[in-house]
């Protein structure tokens, strides 16, 4: 059962798009933001097959298609790490131990206080700047420890 908040929420998001089935991956995105847990919600996905009039396993398997949308809960800022070739020759392995130990998580974790999710993507299309990760739209390459340190303590900081 949807919340009726979250719901009026949803359906002028459907509204927006004028509930076109081909807008699924837009409205979905929008969806997902509805939340600091940056995730869709199984009952949320079936309420939008529902008012586009599509079938529940085609939202299901948008969403579990691409790696940007998640049906588990997630932390606010999602830090997906690169797992190209690129990123992997310029050493993706040191950027991960260096997220895990700042923020004492492991890959695909969140944090206690929800504020970020570390997870694995396909190549972001950043392989000049590589090793490179990708938080919400933006993207940050070229990364060492200290640039690590100062991102996290950015978004902690609110100042992004």
Request: with cysteine.
């Given at each position: ?14 509204e ?7 807008k699924?991956?837009?409205?979905l ?18 309420l ?16 579990t ?9 997630r ?15 310029n ?22 206080d929800?504020?970020?999710t ?20 933006k ?9 690590i ?12």
């Amino acid at each position: 059962m949807v919340n009726q908040e979250i719901k009026e929420k949803i359906m002028g998001i459907i509204e927006k798009y004028q509930r076109e089935k081909e807008k699924l991956v837009m409205i979905l995105l929008e969806v997902q933001k509805l939340t600091d847990r940056n995730y869709i919600d199984m009952e949320w996905a079936k309420l939008i097959a529902e008012e586009l009039k599509i079938p529940y396993t085609k939202v299901y398997d948008v969403i579990t298609f691409y790696s940007m949308f998640s049906i588990k809960p997630r932390g606010k800022y999602v830090i997906e790490i690169c797992k190209s070739a690129p990123c992997h020759v310029n050493k993706s392995k040191d950027v991960v131990k260096e997220f895990e130990e700042i923020l004492n998580i492991k890959m695909g974790e969140t944090t206690p206080d929800n504020l970020f999710t570390l997870q694995y993507t396909s190549c972001i299309g950043a392989c000049d700047v590589a090793p490179a990760i990708k938080i919400g739209e933006k993207v940050y390459g070229n990364l060492n420890k200290e640039k690590i340190q100062q991102i996290v303590m950015d978004y902690r900081n609110n100042s992004i």
